[in-house]
């Protein structure tokens, strides 16, 4: 995940909006799927970090800026 993050801030001069999938609620990173549309059609590059069963690892969370 880190090279992607980095291959696609090289590319594009600037950082990526990370959005990652959880069932866990962070009440400050939470959104809804209506302003996820909306986040990312105002950024250059957004990078969707999709869970697992099992959940994303807790540094994935804590690396998003933001949670579906």
Do not use: M, W
């Amino acid at each position: 995940l880190e090279s992607c993050i980095v291959e696609e801030q090289d590319r594009i001069n600037d950082k990526p909006l990370l959005i990652a999938t959880s069932a866990k609620v962070c009440e400050k990173k939470t959104i809804t799927f209506l302003q996820g549309k909306e986040l990312i059609k105002k950024n250059k590059s957004t990078i969707l970090i999709l869970g697992t069963g099992h959940g994303l690892h807790s540094s994935v969370i804590d690396n998003a800026d933001y949670l579906l």
